[in-house]
């Protein structure tokens, strides 16, 4: 799987929105981009993912560039309850063993304040 | 609520003790796996399974075992349990082509 590159930590003020973004510059052309997010102490928890085209749902937008070698997490109007560590994974779609691993790195810290 | 439960959420070991921690999902997932997460640090990947009856290694496999006898249940066991072992263990399961679902974690401490 592709290795992502995240910044350590960013901050958002309530209201605004948050832009994470993501390096993956190694990427294959049939590794998806996921995202998921962990607030303090609790499991993961996924957000969205995407292969070529911007996608959007109730959580978040997913922005990939064209040449799909970085994208950006949009939290729309973020608020306290999205502080948490998020993490940005490439890895392969295809049914087989190689297709159920997630690799974690250590993920951006958003700090969301009022 | 469907999900994926694990069980207990807290344990204490003693060195050299084993225990096998509990994972059971309802939502006839095929993909399964076991997570640990240290502190200050990103989860790594213990073992996985890809269907019933099919398991593989992940990172750190070390000192544990897996099986999955049944889609719904993927248990992790602790042979001999060692300090190095303290840690947050996190199970996941997903669907085709989707997003991993995981539980609230069991924390874990050896002493």
């Known amino acids: 799987d592709a290795k992502t590159t995240q910044p350590p930590s960013m901050d958002c003020a309530e209201g605004r929105a948050a832009n994470l973004p993501c390096n993956h510059s190694t990427i294959s052309g049939n590794e998806y981009v996921y995202w998921y997010r962990q607030i303090h102490s609790q499991g993961p928890q996924y957000i969205i993912h995407g292969l070529k085209n911007n996608e959007t749902n109730e959580m978040a937008s997913l922005i990939i560039t064209e040449d799909r070698k970085s994208s950006t997490l949009i939290l729309p109007h973020a608020t306290l309850r999205d502080t948490a560590v998020y993490y940005c994974?490439?890895?392969?779609?295809?049914?087989?063993?190689?297709?159920?691993?997630?690799?974690f790195g250590t993920g951006t810290r958003l700090q969301v304040t009022l | 609520n469907a999900g994926v439960t694990q069980t207990p959420k807290f344990q204490v070991l003693k060195t050299g003790q084993s225990m096998t921690l509990q994972c059971a999902q309802d939502?006839?997932?095929?993909?399964m796996s076991w997570y640990r997460q240290d502190p200050g640090m990103g989860l790594r990947l213990i073992h996985y399974s890809v269907g019933a009856g099919i398991t593989d290694q992940g990172e750190v496999p070390n000192g544990y075992n897996v099986s999955r006898s049944t889609t719904e249940d993927f248990p992790l066991r602790l042979l001999s349990a060692a300090p190095s072992q303290t840690s947050v263990y996190f199970c996941?399961?997903?669907?085709?082509?989707?997003?991993?679902?995981f539980g609230s974690g069991t924390r874990l401490t050896v002493v």
């Open positions: 996941a399961s997903r669907s085709d082509g989707g997003g991993y679902t």
């Open positions: 939502m006839n997932h095929e993909y």
């Open positions: 994974i490439v890895r392969l779609s295809l049914n087989t063993g190689t297709a159920s691993k997630l690799t």
